[in-house]
């Protein structure tokens, strides 16, 4: 008896629920999607490059347009001179001059003449000083014997000079034509090829000083007075000077050179200049100069044509373009100085967005068209299908470029742009999926099931969006699915060629545009190879899905 009950048998019904264990549609698709491996290392990379796009962006403290900023030691120019060539007029305070003062005193310094008429009929008169500097005076030609042998006038023949000065009137004696001619003269100006510097910006020199100090070069340096104050100058190398107060600081400097800053509201000292000339005139390739301050600096020469270029080398905040990666940056950065693992992030979200608005509104549009010409056939099937012909004969590259075009015209913003290649790429994406839909649905809408929906009176929609569209879903999300990586790659292609996305906006597309130079391309791997791995591995992620999506739905799949 007890092995009876020992053998006898548990007996189950077949509606018992642990007789079978049976897997809905559903759940057999996802047990056949995650059972393939390359389909889970795709998904992997989706949401590694949602967290990395969208959580990233976040996190990064930087933005994707934020500029980086470095200090560099960087040889900038900083002054310029040249010999003077040309002549430098200075008049006297008050003196009436003639109109053609500067040119008649041009005129007799290159026909060496000591007398010269104007052309309002009077006459100039030059007094040599040294170098090639003049004073200018009007003359008037007179008769006076006692001046004539005086002894002022014996000691300025003797010195070798045309210039005296007798009972107080000042004369010029003129030998041109083998006779002496007597000129009583009056000062009007002083011309010369020298500048005149003071020590400090505020500080105005005199007619009277510039007189004097010409007449104080002519006598090998020295004292001498102007405006009321004692000055006491020293010559310099060759056509220079320095001048000094009473109390031994310098006042101003005297050279036969034009030196000037080329940076704005920069006042170059006259002891400066002296250095600046010194150097010029020694040869040398640089020198030290000490500013007021006490700062030294070491100053560059450089000549060309003529032209003395002063550079030197001094901290300047520059944009850190093309930085290595760093600590700070761990990318590195692009040629705008900005951050490459920032603008990878906010790039991925235009990216991603792109591709995921696009695939959403061509399935949208291709369901709604394919289903419609599916179901109803002819007439309304022949004319949708020719639309779909019309839209497929259309070059997409060319109406990219015209688009881009008249967008670039109208200085189009990175949002507006954005939204506009949503638009086009899915204006003209959309055919395929109409084509799958109608084919799938012409061959569902004979079947059994749809016969008894009309039996039922259930509405045309209702049969086409209710019955018929959703048996065509598992081919719907593995087109659209693979599709994601076609739209990628076509964004990142616009980009590159300047229709897509634009600065200072990014995408992987527009970072890999930025470098358009073999010599970038080569030298800086860092700013270019992320951005193109990126979009490689989504694709290939999309395609992996796509792939898994397909066995998954696959009815003759075993595994």
């Known amino acids: 008896m007890a092995n009876e009950e020992n053998t006898k048998v548990e007996h189950m019904k077949l509606d018992d629920t642990q007789r079978v264990k049976v897997l809905s549609p559903s759940a057999l698709v996802l047990k056949r999607f995650f059972r393939n491996r390359l389909a889970i290392i795709g998904m992997v990379i ?67 003449q000591k007398v010269v008429e104007t052309r309002g009929g009077g006459s100039l008169a030059l007094r040599p000083l040294a170098g090639d500097s003049y004073l200018v005076y009007g003359a008037e030609e007179t008769k006076n014997p006692r001046a004539m042998k005086s002894a002022e006038h014996k000691d300025a023949v003797a010195a070798g000079e045309n210039y ?21 003269v009056n000062e009007l100006a002083v011309i010369c090829k020298l500048s ?11 007619y009277q000083f510039s007189k004097n100090a010409l007449l104080a070069m002519s006598g090998n340096g020295g004292e001498f007075e102007a405006d009321g104050s004692s000055y006491t100058l020293e010559i310099e190398g060759e ?34 200049k002296e250095a600046v000339a010194l150097a010029i005139q020694d040869g040398t390739a640089s020198f030290t100069y000490t500013d007021a301050s006490g700062v030294e600096d070491t100053y560059l020469l450089s000549e060309k044509s003529g032209q003395y270029l ?23 950065t692009d040629a705008n100085g900005m951050d490459l693992l920032a603008r990878l992030m906010y790039g991925g979200r235009i990216s991603l967005l792109i591709g995921f608005v696009v695939v959403i509104i061509e399935v949208l549009i291709g369901v709604i068209v394919g289903g419609v010409a599916g179901y109803f056939g002819g007439w309304v099937d022949n004319t949708l299908m020719r639309l779909v012909d019309v839209i497929y004969c259309i070059p997409s590259m060319p109406l990219y470029l015209i688009l881009g075009s008249i967008m670039d015209h109208y200085r189009a913003s990175p949002t507006v742009r954005i939204y506009m290649l949503c638009v086009i790429m ?19 809408r004979e079947q059994e099931f749809m016969v008894a929906a009309e039996a039922l009176g259930i509405s045309v929609g209702r049969r086409i969006f209710k019955h018929l569209v959703p048996n065509v879903v598992p081919q719907l999300i593995v087109f659209a699915t693979m599709g994601l990586g076609d739209v990628i790659l076509a964004e ?20 890999i545009n930025a470098v358009n130079d073999s010599y970038v391309m080569t030298n800086y791997l860092f700013v270019w190879v992320p951005a193109g791995f990126l979009i490689l591995l989504t694709v290939l992620a999309f395609n992996f899905i796509g792939d898994g999506l397909r066995d998954a739905f696959d009815p003759k799949m075993k595994r």
Not at 164 to 184: H, M, P, Q, R, S
Not at 196 to 206: G, I, K, M, Q
Not at 426 to 444: C, H, K, M, N, Y
């Open 46 to 112: 989706i949401i590694f490059m949602f967290l990395f796009s969208f959580v990233g962006g976040m996190v990064n403290p930087y933005g994707q347009s934020q500029v980086f900023y470095t200090t560099e030691e960087m040889k900038k120019d900083y002054a310029g001179a040249t010999y003077i060539n040309d002549y430098m007029i200075y008049q006297e305070e008050g003196a009436e001059v003639p109109s053609d003062l500067y040119s008649k005193s041009i005129l007799a310094v290159t026909k060496n």
């Open 164 to 184: 005296f000065e007798y009972d107080g009137t000042a004369y010029i004696v003129d030998d041109a034509t083998g006779k002496e001619l007597l000129y009583k």
């Open 196 to 206: 005149f510097t003071p020590y400090t910006a505020d500080t105005e020199l005199s």
């Open 239 to 272: 056509e220079a000077a320095m001048v000094f107060a009473a109390d031994g600081s310098d006042y101003a400097y005297i050279s036969n050179m034009n030196i000037n800053s080329v940076v704005g509201g920069v006042f170059l000292a006259p002891d400066f």
């Open 310 to 332: 002063i550079s030197r080398n001094q901290e300047t905040r520059v944009i850190d373009t093309y930085s290595l990666p760093s600590g700070e940056h761990w990318l590195g």
């Open 426 to 444: 899915s204006a003209i994406g959309w055919v395929g999926i109409a084509r799958i839909v109608r084919g799938q649905i012409l061959s569902l």
């Open 492 to 511: 990142a292609t616009l980009s590159f060629l300047g229709l897509g996305i634009k600065y200072p906006a990014a995408s992987w597309g527009s970072i």
